[in-house]
């Protein structure tokens, strides 16, 4: 379907977004007007942006799609992708990021997606959750085109979040301080959000946020969607109330960031297709060096470049997974940064690198205490977490 040299239709990686949450009440949207224009109007916009990471159209950069046609949709609807309101009188603000997102693919099929094999949706963040929302509206409107032969595909980079319990419980003020849940519930009403109808059919009335998070809504999709998704998502922290600043991690925060790991695992592990580092980070599809991180001695690009075959073949011959061509990659090992191959971390305050060891010091990582845990000596404990194992 896509590139050089495999002939047919283009293959159009569409990015909704590089991230930018959203805003759920007037206090919020204005102040985020204020200071954060370029996410709510387009007036601030550059005339070019150079595309990086998936985006790129070099292959050292992006080795399997750098040649295929790339659409870029900057996120300025502060609502998910799900908005379908007009600015009214009672609204000083329009949220309409799933209208957006429709009236992009309208223009697109005169543009030449009609003739496409594939079209994969892929989002970063808010766009991750706005592809898991939209994947299958866009291939329902496509179909109803009568535009059959294209298939959708969804790539949601840091868009799986948890509607776990907070580390600390603090009051809905802001973006950052609101429980995820309380957030999207004010967002939906704020911004007349609307969600598939297969996922709003799985729960009640006044239930539709449910289906902004991840595990709820993907068991819901027919669409073939790749998950990506840090185990330490720093986004998932914020919103949790797990500051990582200068001071050490207490105790608490410490078991909590570790337990946080387990269950975003937990909820990957039926998930087909998905590439889950255990690394404290944010988003990483339109990052130059999301080549260099691997799960399990695989790159992101080469997951997806498998993830891509199987469903070539899995189209022409029942289902066998390709052999030493793994799509489902969740890393095992237990803390932030065990995985050798996470991006580097820095200091805030010095900008100094830090290594594995550093930074689990610095988290208040206790080894001696950990190595007695485990049955280990401190030193092969050491030796391990530098090595990844």
């Not at 387009?42 to 046609?69: D, K």
């Not at 209208?99 to 963040?125: R, Y």
Request: aromatic share 10%; with cysteine.
């Amino acid at each position: 379907a896509a590139g050089a040299g495999q002939g047919g239709g283009a293959l159009s990686p569409l990015l909704p977004s590089p991230g930018g949450w959203y805003c759920f009440n007037r206090e919020n949207c204005d102040t985020r007007y204020e200071t954060m224009r370029r996410l709510m109007s387009s007036s601030e916009w550059p005339a070019t942006r150079v595309g990086t990471g998936i985006l790129s159209s070099q292959p050292e950069e992006n080795p399997h799609w750098w040649n295929a046609n790339m659409v870029f949709i900057p996120y300025c609807s502060s609502d998910v992708w799900s908005g379908a309101s007009s600015k009214s009188e009672k609204n000083e603000y329009a949220f309409m990021g799933a209208l957006i997102i429709q009236e992009v693919i309208k223009e697109l099929v005169g543009k030449g997606l009609s003739t496409a094999k594939v079209l994969l949706l892929a989002g970063s963040s808010a766009g991750g959750t706005g592809v898991l929302l939209n994947v299958d509206r866009v291939a329902e409107q496509l179909e109803e085109m009568g535009y059959q032969g294209i298939q959708v595909r969804g790539l949601a980079d840091s868009g799986w979040f948890l509607d776990n319990k907070q580390y600390r419980r603090t009051d809905c003020i802001d973006t950052i301080t609101c429980a995820p849940t309380e957030a999207i519930r004010r967002g939906i009403r704020y911004w007349n959000g609307i969600v598939p109808e297969r996922c709003k059919l799985q729960f009640k009335e006044g239930e539709e946020w449910n289906c902004f998070f991840g595990y709820k809504i993907y068991p819901t999709l027919r669409c073939p969607v790749f998950v990506v998704q840090w185990l330490f998502d720093e986004a998932q922290l914020t919103v949790d109330n797990v500051h990582l600043t200068g001071q050490p991690v207490q105790e608490g925060q410490w078991l909590y960031i570790q337990n946080l790991g387990r269950e975003l695992r937990n909820t990957l592990k039926d998930v087909t297709a998905s590439f889950a580092p255990a690394c404290l980070s944010h988003e990483i599809i339109t990052r130059n060096h999301w080549t260099d991180i691997q799960v399990k001695g695989t790159s992101l690009p080469r997951a997806l470049h498998c993830w891509d075959r199987s469903l070539h073949e899995s189209n022409r011959n029942g289902k066998a997974p390709l052999k030493g061509c793994p799509v489902h990659l969740i890393d095992s090992c237990p803390w932030p940064h065990c995985n050798p191959s996470c991006p580097t971390i820095r200091d805030q305050f010095t900008g100094q690198e830090m290594n594995v060891i550093q930074f689990l010091m610095h988290m208040g990582f206790d080894v001696q205490k950990m190595a007695q845990q485990q049955g280990l000596e401190p030193s092969k404990l050491l030796g391990m977490l530098s090595s990844g194992n």
